[in-house]
């Protein structure tokens, strides 16, 4: 392999809704010479930014706007409650004042937003607003592309950070199509890599398990690399189960909000208010009538007005064809109620508030390294807006600590242990290493064994030990012992794989990605003593809800090998700000 050694100011690794977001700001800032004149800011994607990440197929609605009437507060209100009250209030103010800002800013990209006859954004619900989002990434990557000193790297994987005494100083990675390996140096890091899909047996396997509802190629890669260099991280058990369209695994909320359809069982009763509201309970109702045998279960769509069910097969169009097209085949939704099941669980920091645990200026427990979007904990309901807000939060406090950092060692300033010292250099061992085990996968001898059987052996194993679709999401304790088993299992058997290329090294990288996010998964699946979100953590063991011992945040961090569970308590009601205490 080539190796190509790069320095750069900001490394965002990750070129998604907040990746990208990160860099346009950045790249902002610098018109402002007292700040961070001259900041070379690179991007680097394992896809390509025009279309990577969860916004890559587009979107027909932002689900994060502060809508007439309404307040960020009434945004806060909404996410605690859905979370039943274990998120971090701060980081969620944080976002909800950026909300129709970062909206407005999209409309000057060239996002197209639906508006009334008084030129009034369209509202869907409370909370949201409707637009034509078929081509919102590549607005944002047009718009990377003429950002001042942004330089993008795509089809490179990151496989690994380097972390010197708890302080980042850049990533290692490959390019799948030109043989190249990179070390790369960096002052600041932000991590905008999504969160983790494929860690358990899809609804559809086989040939077609990539049609889920959560990006195939989200491996929980920012997740794995940093649990394996003692981030701390946060929520893991709280998991997302998405309510979908059966089979095409397409969206419910704009059949919900947008005609307003409600849950009905195979008897044509109402169910949804029998359960409750909460995303996690709309689930869990679904999960129980068809357990009880009043399945399936169905959205009502029958006998909507023809300019409805017109709206629905073009709203479709933006985000999932295949519901459109499905409805065209079998029958519009008009006269046919739409069938609906959960998914598999998925991690991701944008719905529920798995990820890094972060403090309000999105800095992680790892010493220069920030996260945003779905890769960063405590935050649940960010969507599109939110991930943007959070980018662009984490964006500034990155260049702010460049700055910092600048102003320490100028004139031979005396060092401070607090400040960053960026006269360390990745070594030439630490590349040797690194290049030395992806040359490994490549000379070795093709065995019994691929990686995607094991990446199966794994998604059945949590599936069946470790809450999937096939227990209902139920799990115990005797089970997620014997998931971590199996994991474990697995994870040794990784190191004899066999690739042809780096394409299928690749592939290697993502399963022992996904593995190193599974133990996390499992170990506060069984931290947590309670059941406080049906389906999402439903736990046998402890079928109720406890206040008393897990109205808190369970987090951890990995210790000699172990992953060490860390009890926090919540954060003051109300409070705006919180650092870390090292």
Request: charged share 25%; with cysteine.
């Amino acid at each position: 392999m080539k190796i190509e050694r790069i320095k750069t100011d900001l490394l965002i690794i990750g070129g998604g809704t907040a990746g990208c977001y990160a860099a346009i700001i950045a790249a902002g800032i610098q018109n402002n010479p007292q700040v961070a004149a001259g900041t070379k800011i690179l991007i680097v994607e394992k896809a390509n930014i025009k279309r990577s990440g969860c916004l890559a197929a587009g979107v027909n609605a932002l689900n994060a706007y502060i809508t007439e009437g309404r307040t960020p507060k009434d945004y806060v209100e909404y996410a605690k409650k859905d979370a039943d009250g274990i998120v971090r209030e701060d980081l969620l103010y944080t976002i909800s004042e950026k909300f129709n800002e970062v909206t407005a800013h999209l409309e000057k990209l060239g996002l197209v937003i639906l508006k009334d006859k008084d030129g009034k954004y369209i509202a869907r619900g409370n909370r949201n607003i409707k637009i034509n989002g078929e081509n919102i990434k590549p607005l944002l990557a047009a718009a990377v592309a003429k950002a001042p000193g942004v330089q993008v790297l795509n089809h490179v994987n990151i496989t690994d950070f380097s972390v010197h005494d708890n302080k980042i100083d850049g990533a290692f990675g490959f390019g799948i199509e030109n043989d190249t390996f990179y070390a790369i140096e960096a002052k600041v890091v932000i991590v905008a890599t999504g969160g983790a899909a494929g860690l358990y047996r899809p609804n559809n396997p086989g040939f077609s398990r990539h049609k889920m509802w959560y990006p195939p190629f989200n491996t929980g890669a920012g997740y794995a690399m940093g649990i394996r260099h003692g981030a701390e991280m946060t929520t893991f058990e709280m998991r997302f189960i998405a309510l979908r369209c059966k089979d095409t695994i397409a969206p419910t909320g704009t059949l919900a909000q947008g005609v307003g359809a409600k849950q009905v069982n195979a008897l044509g009763e109402v169910y949804e208010t029998k359960y409750g509201l909460s995303t996690s309970e709309r689930v869990y109702g679904t999960v129980v009538e068809n357990l009880e045998g009043r399945g399936p279960c169905y959205l009502k769509t029958e006998g909507i007005s023809a300019e409805q069910e017109e709206s629905l097969l073009k709203a479709y169009l933006n985000m999932a064809p295949s519901q459109t097209i499905r409805w065209i085949e079998n029958g519009t939704p008009s006269k046919a109620n739409v069938e609906i099941e959960g998914t598999e669980p998925y991690i991701v920091g944008g719905h529920t508030a798995s990820g890094y645990w972060v403090d309000t200026k999105r800095a992680t427990t790892i010493k220069g390294l920030y996260a945003a979007g779905d890769v960063a904990g405590g935050c649940p309901q960010k969507y599109v807006t939110g991930a943007l807000a959070e980018g662009e939060i984490a964006a500034k406090s990155a260049v702010e600590y460049i700055r910092t950092a600048r102003d320490c060692f100028v004139a031979n300033a005396p060092r401070n242990d607090d400040k960053i010292d960026y006269r360390r250099h990745i070594s030439e061992k630490e590349i040797e290493n690194h290049v030395t085990e992806i040359e490994k996968f490549l000379g070795n001898k093709k065995g019994a064994q691929t990686a995607e059987n094991l990446e199966e052996a794994m998604q059945l194993a949590m599936d069946a030990y470790a809450g999937g679709i096939k227990t209902g999401y139920r799990y115990s304790e005797n089970q997620l012992n014997r998931a971590k088993k199996e994991i474990e299992i697995i994870e040794a058997l990784t190191d004899n794989l066999s690739a042809a290329d780096l394409q299928e090294v690749m592939y290697i990288y993502e399963l022992k990605e996904r593995l190193t996010v599974c133990k996390s998964v499992i170990a506060h699946l069984a931290a947590r003593h309670e059941t406080r979100w049906h389906s999402f953590a439903e736990n046998l063991d402890y079928p109720e809800k406890d206040n008393i011992h897990f109205r808190k945040y369970v987090n951890s961090r990995l210790e000699n090998g172990e992953i060490k569970i860390i009890l926090r308590e919540l954060t003051a009601e109300g409070q705006k700000n919180y650092e870390h205490q090292h």
